[in-house]
């Protein structure tokens, strides 16, 4: 049986990917910081091979504890989807040093360690699949993001960089790069003011937030075995990234 590490496993994309990297016949192995015992429950229910281990993807001594546990449970994953992160909305005059380091540390440095031991793995079996979960915000900016916007560009990079160095050696890196979610991150920045619904579904050509479920199954496309992919940043996104019409013009179509 294939095994995928999926972080960021407790709500939101982590959880729909976890659902459906098992229902097509994975081990999953989840992570997050929140406990998963209720998560778990669930998928085993319907049928999925889970198993978990929560801590803070940030941490190398949690990583290599993480990985370690992979190595003797399974040998090696076959699949990593670097998934957790947060957000901040912050005007970059405003952001301190603190809330700065905190964002990278979990949108990049958390998966720079998992891609490293887990990358280990894979490379010692010459063959393995990574997914790093960006955002459009990798690829453009937005306003008042300027960490967040910094810590997705820089796993862009990453991700960039690992296929040409792995890709000889049997280990495929891709991104996705979703637009506005409807998740619980999403609800806490609307929450803040931020935004609006209509600011997002006026500026989608789709019309829509995207769900959970759509970018899930952008990453069981790349998960693939058979895939060339190689170093994708594909974006999930509802057009937002090729429309550049301005908002009368689009809404006119509809």
């Not at 967040?148 to 820089?154: L, R, V």
Request: net charge negative.
């Amino acid at each position: 049986m294939k095994v995928a590490l999926v972080t960021g496993a407790a709500q939101g994309v982590g959880f729909a990917t976890a659902r459906l990297l098992a229902e097509k016949g994975y081990h999953v192995v989840m992570t997050d910081v929140q406990h998963l015992d209720a998560q778990v429950e669930a998928l085993v229910a319907l049928g999925g091979s889970v198993s978990a281990l929560s801590g803070d993807i940030s941490s190398e001594a949690f990583v290599v504890e993480l990985a370690e546990k992979i190595a003797r449970e399974h040998g090696a994953a076959d699949v990593l989807v670097n998934n957790a992160g947060i957000s901040l909305i912050c005007s970059a005059e405003d952001t301190s040093i603190e809330q700065w380091q905190r964002v990278m540390n979990i949108n990049l440095t958390g998966p720079f360690l998992l891609c490293r031991e887990i990358g280990k793995q894979m490379l010692g079996r010459n063959r393995g699949n990574i997914i790093n979960v960006a955002s459009i915000a990798g690829l453009h900016g937005v306003i008042d993001r300027s960490a967040y916007n910094a810590s997705k560009h820089g796993l862009v990079g990453l991700t960039r960089t690992l296929a040409a160095e792995w890709g000889s050696r049997g280990v495929r890196v891709n991104a996705v790069c979703p637009g506005w979610i409807k998740t619980e991150m999403d609800e806490a920045d609307q929450g803040s003011g931020a935004y609006s619904d209509s600011d997002i579904i006026d500026r989608v050509p789709m019309g829509r937030f995207a769900k959970p479920e759509d970018v899930a199954q952008a990453i069981a496309f790349l998960a693939h075995e058979d895939s060339f992919i190689n170093g994708a940043s594909l974006p999930v996104d509802g057009g937002w990234l090729a429309d550049a019409s301005w908002d009368a013009l689009r809404l006119k179509k509809r």
